[in-house]
């Protein structure tokens, strides 16, 4: 499975993890909808992080669409909040 | 497909798809597609050379803060050695707004310096990337029968896309904070044409505009901690406060 994180790069990612990214991805969408800005942000980092370290970044001269993309690492509070009201990080 | 349940990663995806269906059948216009692509990386150089001309900016202008703050402490001391502790607190109050100043400065200086790292590993990334694709493209035609070369380069050209999608999302993201530094160094400027910085030796007696705002700026308690420290300092040191005293004197004439 292929993960890209924006902005940074892609990474090759045993399926197992993927089950792992994912249940944080939809833990930090929770903490959004609650608004508890510092359960996201650690959430999210553990997200970004897990990706990192258990992933194996592709080489510069594969050519694949990716699987999952997830947000940017600098992702804040604000945005990820706006990224579900629709004039989020990336413009519809 | 499989593990697109995450709901941040999914919108993302989905969103990024969407520029990307927007462009016209990749193999059809690989040419068009080879030009974009050396259009972004054009604008990514520009985008780096921005970045860096902020970052030099900011730089300049944390030199100069830090001179202030040498010169306001300097001040501060010279002026409680004199007895004036109205000018001393002034002279303290300053520097406290000047080195929070500092502070977003440098955390901003370390941010730009990030910036242009990674738009730099973007710009090789992508550089790579084009390079990838232009001699694949070739194997492929040449490998394969045409409908199945132009699956594969269909798949290649996604990947491309893909990449450029996010170069360019990484570098507007990268400009838009150094817009964000930008409108900070010019109120920083602004601060200062306005006196802000000035020497606390030229100014009158009478407290202005930005006495007051920098007072508002600089917190209460920690200037009343710094005075007493100042004041337990002079104390302790009885023959270097008098040397010192001169230099306030100086202010009042």
Known sequence: MIVRIATEGQYRLADDLIGRVNALDNEAVAAVEAGDEARFLDLFGQMISLIRAEGAPLPEDELHGSDVIVPPPDTSFDEARHEFSGDGLIPD | ?253
């Open chain 2, 1 to 253: 497909m499989a593990g697109l349940s995450g709901r941040l990663s999914t919108v993302v995806k989905a969103k990024i798809s969407k520029m990307l269906d927007r462009a016209e059948d990749p193999s059809e216009t690989l040419e068009y597609s080879y030009q974009k692509q050396m259009e972004l990386l054009q604008n990514v150089k520009k985008g780096l050379a921005d970045v860096v001309t902020a970052k030099k900016r900011l730089q300049l202008q944390s030199q100069k803060l830090e001179q202030q703050v040498v010169k306001l402490d300097t001040q501060a001391r010279q002026a409680l050695a004199a007895g004036n502790e109205a000018l001393a607190r002034t002279a303290l109050e300053r520097k406290s707004a000047v080195q929070a100043e500092l502070q977003g400065l440098d955390g901003q200086i370390a941010e730009l310096e990030s910036q242009q790292q990674s738009m730099t590993d973007n710009q090789a990334k992508l550089q790579s990337k084009i390079e990838a694709f232009r001699s694949k493209k070739e194997v492929i035609k040449a490998q394969y029968s045409a409908a199945e070369a132009q699956v594969r380069i269909s798949e290649a050209a996604t990947g491309v896309g893909e990449e450029m999608a996010d170069v360019g999302l990484a570098m507007q993201r990268a400009l838009d904070k150094t817009e964000n530094m930008r409108a900070r160094a010019q109120a920083v400027d602004e601060l200062e044409k306005a006196g802000a910085f000035e020497d606390l030796t030229q100014l009158g007696a009478g407290e202005d505009d930005i006495d007051r705002q920098l007072k508002e700026l600089s917190s209460g308690s920690q200037v009343d901690g710094e005075l007493e420290r100042m004041k337990a300092e002079l104390a302790a040191g009885g023959s270097s406060a008098g040397e010192l005293g001169s230099g306030g004197e100086e202010r009042q004439a």
